[in-house]
């Protein structure tokens, strides 16, 4: 597979590949709940899954993360893969995520940086304002460009670009789903300094994990 391009386009609501706005559910909401803080996560994205990876008879995938609004308290642990503030959700098929879930359709979601200026009166009387955000949805396609294995960048499947050791989950075999540059990407997201998310699915389709490092 090649890098990902974003496209934004506003209400999906079809089962395909897309980052932001609201999860388009095949079955009932799994809306995964932080394990400190009890909030819903940000959702990330949602992955179809081609024929040779619907394992267990899943066919789609959403990503989360606790991810607290600009200014508001840091939460730690969203980098570790059973921390409990990150959770990949499988559906149809009945899957158990690592945290609590709860029944919204939509929640915390991506955001990206608005960058129009403060109004007029603000910029004559000199007050400052600190960043600007709005949520954000992006269609997803995939530039079928060759894989550079020292090129960096967003892509589905295949082998994942580690910034540090491998961070492949232990017990059994697993498939990436997704590996997500934050350091080229068009939204807010927290994965440190440069930081790159990898989301992993059990190949018995009953387990799925997500991870991230940085610089």
């Known amino acids: 597979m090649g890098k990902l391009e974003f496209k934004p386009k506003a209400n999906i609501r079809t089962l395909v590949t897309k980052f932001g706005g609201a999860p388009v559910w ?16 940000r959702f990330i994205c ?15 995938a959403y990503v989360f993360m606790t991810d607290p609004e600009p200014g ?9 893969p059973e921390g409990g503030e990150n959770a ?8 158990e995520p690592i945290v609590d879930t709860t029944d919204l359709t939509f929640g915390p979601t991506l955001q990206g940086l608005v960058t129009n200026k403060p109004p007029l ?3 004559i ?5 600190g960043p600007s955000w709005q949520d954000v949805e992006f269609a997803v396609t995939d530039t079928d460009a060759p894989n550079d294995p020292d090129a960096l960048g967003s892509r ?6 580690w910034l540090q050791i491998d961070g492949t989950p232990t017990g059994g075999k697993w498939q990436m789903l997704i590996q997500i540059d934050s350091a080229q990407s068009e939204f807010r997201i927290n994965f440190g300094d440069a930081g790159m ?18 610089c």
């Open 46 to 60: 949602q992955i179809a899954l081609p024929k040779d990876m619907q394992f267990g008879g899943q066919q789609m």
């Open 121 to 123: 009166i603000d910029r």
């Open 72 to 80: 508001e308290e840091y939460v730690e642990s969203t980098w570790e």
């Open 26 to 41: 095949l079955s009932d909401p799994q809306w995964p709940l932080s394990r400190s803080t009890g909030q819903p996560m």
């Open 88 to 95: 990949v959700v499988l559906q149809p098929a009945p899957f």
């Open 197 to 214: 998310g990898y989301a992993f699915i059990h190949t018995d389709g009953r387990a799925a994990r997500f991870l991230w490092q940085c």
């Open 156 to 161: 589905l499947f295949g082998e994942p670009d």
């Open 125 to 129: 009387i000199g007050m400052k304002r």
